[in-house]
């Protein structure tokens, strides 16, 4: 599962707990109702106020609430943020019905609290959070100002709002906590997963030419052959090793020794098509595995990189080095070890036919 899928998926659950929430509230509200009707409190009546004012006009604002809030979670038009703000404004409509409704039970207004940390928690949004604080604090006033407008603001009540305000107010702080919070440890997960990167391709490379190294080098020819096996893919295997090295060590110094090396391996970068691979398999060692190519294509490449090699110049010698090279294609009768040791046999007896030459074994 990829993290789209994923936060669709918590979306999804989100706006069904929404549907249950909405769903339950009017169910008590109706068996409420009910109870009022049966004590006598009021009327089976469609004139009945608190028929209108508890149960149809409010359910039928929070079930276009989240009518509104499904369909745009659903449709593909909307962007991650702005279904996100939906459903959390779809929430604030139901919690500050619930709070104005049942506003005797000043409790009910404490239903703000879970799209307060939901905006933080789970969508880690600060504009969300402000919105949500900004709607809150609506939703407490409005309810103030109606029991204010019945006379029902005492003492008890007056504490009861204040401390709602002061929730509102340390639920923000918390969420705005919990921001910042996950956003540094994202940023340092992201710093650690690029430093495993780095490490990894670091494993993975030759530090002198920037190739892959020997390690690489199998991993990969495990890789190609399962792929055949699966797939009958053409590839082809090059082993190359510098002529003469030892003496251009021993005459020219191991740094200009180096530099044969790092300049090999930028002419096999170069003429090595994308999907190709090349490697520093060890020392003046080097190999690569033509991807998607017959031995005739391969072969092809392969006299480039000599050619262009044998034509490089440098600041400590006049004469052209070249190497030699084994080429051999993948088949059904090879496995990882014969198809490695017979191009490798190749490449020697490329080294015996005179050198400066790739010797392919059909």
């Given at each position: 599962?990829?993290?789209?899928?994923?936060?669709?998926?918590?979306?999804?659950?989100?706006?069904?707990?929404?549907?249950?929430?909405?769903?339950?509230?009017?169910?008590?509200?109706?068996?409420?109702?009910?109870?009022?009707?049966?004590?006598?409190?009021?009327?089976?009546?469609?004139?009945?106020?608190?028929?209108?004012?508890?149960?149809?006009?409010?359910?039928?604002?929070?079930?276009?609430?989240?009518?509104?809030?499904?369909?745009?979670?659903?449709?593909?038009?909307?962007?991650?943020?702005?279904?996100?703000?939906?459903?959390?404004?779809?929430?604030?409509?139901?919690?500050?019905?619930?709070?104005?409704?049942?506003?005797?039970?000043?409790?009910?207004?404490?239903?703000?609290?879970?799209?307060?940390?939901?905006?933080?928690?789970?969508?880690?949004?600060?504009?969300?959070?402000?919105?949500?604080?900004?709607?809150?604090?609506?939703?407490?006033?409005?309810?103030?100002?109606?029991?204010?407008?019945?006379?029902?603001?005492?003492?008890?009540?007056?504490?009861?709002?204040?401390?709602?305000?002061?929730?509102?107010?340390?639920?923000?702080?918390?969420?705005?906590?919990?921001?910042?919070?996950?956003?540094?440890?994202?940023?340092?997960?992201?710093?650690?997963?690029?430093?495993?990167?780095?490490?990894?391709?670091?494993?993975?490379?030759?530090?002198?030419?920037?190739?892959?190294?020997?390690?690489?080098?199998?991993?990969?020819?495990?890789?190609?052959?399962?792929?055949?096996?699966?797939?009958?893919?053409?590839?082809?295997?090059?082993?190359?090793?510098?002529?003469?090295?030892?003496?251009?060590?021993?005459?020219?110094?191991?740094?200009?020794?180096?530099?044969?090396?790092?300049?090999?391996?930028?002419?096999?970068?170069?003429?090595?098509?994308?999907?190709?691979?090349?490697?520093?398999?060890?020392?003046?060692?080097?190999?690569?595995?033509?991807?998607?190519?017959?031995?005739s294509q391969a072969n092809s490449a392969m006299k480039s990189i000599l050619s262009s090699f044998q034509q490089q110049k440098y600041s400590f010698t006049k004469k052209s080095i070249t190497f030699s090279c084994g080429l051999v294609?993948?088949?059904?009768?090879?496995?990882?070890?014969?198809?490695?040791?017979?191009?490798?046999?190749?490449?020697?007896?490329?080294?015996?036919?005179?050198?400066?030459?790739?010797?392919?074994?059909?």
């Open positions: 599962m990829n993290e789209k899928e994923l936060r669709n998926g918590f979306r999804s659950q989100l706006i069904n707990v929404h549907a249950v929430a909405v769903i339950a509230a009017t169910i008590v509200e109706i068996v409420a109702y009910i109870l009022y009707v049966v004590s006598g409190t009021c009327e089976l009546s469609l004139t009945c106020p608190y028929l209108w004012h508890s149960l149809v006009i409010p359910s039928a604002v929070n079930f276009i609430a989240h009518i509104v809030a499904r369909c745009i979670c659903k449709s593909k038009k909307y962007t991650d943020n702005r279904k996100n703000s939906v459903l959390i404004y779809a929430t604030m409509v139901t919690t500050t019905v619930v709070s104005v409704v049942h506003r005797d039970f000043i409790i009910a207004a404490c239903a703000f609290i879970f799209p307060v940390m939901l905006s933080s928690a789970k969508f880690n949004d600060r504009n969300l959070l402000k919105h949500s604080l900004f709607i809150s604090l609506a939703s407490i006033t409005l309810t103030t100002l109606v029991l204010y407008a019945e006379n029902k603001i005492g003492v008890a009540n007056a504490v009861n709002i204040t401390a709602l305000y002061a929730f509102a107010i340390i639920s923000y702080l918390s969420g705005t906590i919990n921001i910042n919070y996950s956003n540094r440890s994202n940023e340092i997960i992201k710093t650690q997963a690029m430093q495993n990167t780095m490490l990894e391709q670091f494993l993975q490379q030759d530090t002198m030419t920037g190739l892959y190294n020997h390690k690489m080098f199998y991993s990969q020819l495990e890789e190609y052959i399962e792929k055949y096996n699966r797939e009958k893919i053409n590839f082809c295997l090059a082993v190359i090793d510098v002529d003469d090295f030892k003496t251009i060590n021993d005459t020219y110094g191991h740094d200009n020794g180096d530099k044969v090396l790092t300049a090999l391996a930028n002419i096999m970068n170069e003429f090595c098509a994308h999907e190709d691979l090349a490697f520093r398999y060890g020392g003046e060692e080097f190999a690569i595995i033509f991807v998607n190519k017959n031995l294609q993948f088949n059904d009768s090879f496995n990882k070890d014969s198809f490695f040791s017979t191009a490798d046999a190749a490449m020697y007896k490329a080294k015996k036919s005179g050198k400066n030459c790739i010797y392919k074994q059909a």
